[in-house]
């Protein structure tokens, strides 16, 4: 059902790399989101977007950027990796319609800093 | 904004029912009950939500209590595959549709 897809599942970088997680969806949902979850932690949501051209921080402070450009496109960028950042990060999405709230998660992508 | 207080884990034998009680008793009257499921190292699943009416789809039932502070989710017939850590969550109140993910019960299916 869900159309909605992160890459890479998974990253290994060393510290000061700059880095993108792409998240994409096919179902043509206004809104997206991004959290991060270390293991066996909480989700925490750290950006949303609710159109194009539309971001807002999170709950969570994070030192990293998205973008809203198109539709089907959520792109987190880390401008220079730490190993604090080592964490999953869950993309999702979400209809028009806020009443329903239901979100569409990715796989994630697991990402170490070393 | 409403918040929901769930118990770290359950266990439940495999066929039998699992019922994972939720407390929300600070919830207002437009704010939603949502459950989600997360199985180890992926994301949320959607399973069900509800105002105040039960909820009954393919996947779970979803008990409201009259006055709303609680409510349960239903797995009829728990398999192993059910084992993930399931989420209460009340839909954040003028904030669209963000939600807030607390840190959920663990329910373990024994065979």
Redesign the interface.
């Known amino acids: 059902e869900a159309d909605i897809y992160q890459t890479p599942r998974y990253l290994v970088i060393g510290t000061g790399k700059k880095i993108t997680l792409e998240c994409s969806q096919t179902m043509g949902h206004d809104?997206m989101?991004w959290?991060q979850q270390d293991p066996g932690m909480?989700?925490?949501?750290i950006h949303?977007s609710?159109g194009v051209n539309s971001t807002e921080k999170?709950?969570l402070s994070s030192e990293s950027t998205v973008s809203r450009i198109r539709t089907e496109h959520f792109p987190l960028t880390l401008e220079s990796a730490r190993p604090s950042h080592t964490s999953?990060y869950?993309c999702?999405s979400?209809?028009r319609d806020?009443?329903?709230?239901?979100?569409?998660?990715?796989?994630?992508t697991?990402l170490s800093v070393l | 904004d409403a918040k929901t207080t769930q118990p770290p884990s359950m266990d439940c034998a495999e066929g039998r029912a699992a019922n994972l009680p939720c407390n929300h008793s600070t919830i207002s009257g437009n704010e939603y009950v949502y459950w989600y499921r997360q199985i180890h190292s992926q994301g949320p699943q959607y399973i069900i939500h509800g105002l105040k009416n039960n909820e009954t789809n393919e996947m779970a039932s979803l008990i409201i209590t009259e006055d709303r502070k609680s409510s349960t989710l239903i797995l009829p017939h728990a398999t192993l595959r059910d084992t993930a850590v399931y989420y209460c969550i009340v839909r954040v109140r003028n904030q669209g549709g963000k939600l807030i993910f607390g840190q959920g019960t663990e329910l373990s299916v024994k065979p």
Request: charged share 25%; hydrophobic share 30%; aromatic share 22%.
């Open positions: 809104k989101y959290y909480e989700l925490h949501l949303y609710y999170g709950d999953q869950l999702a979400s209809d806020i009443r329903r709230g239901k979100l569409f998660f990715g796989s994630g697991q």
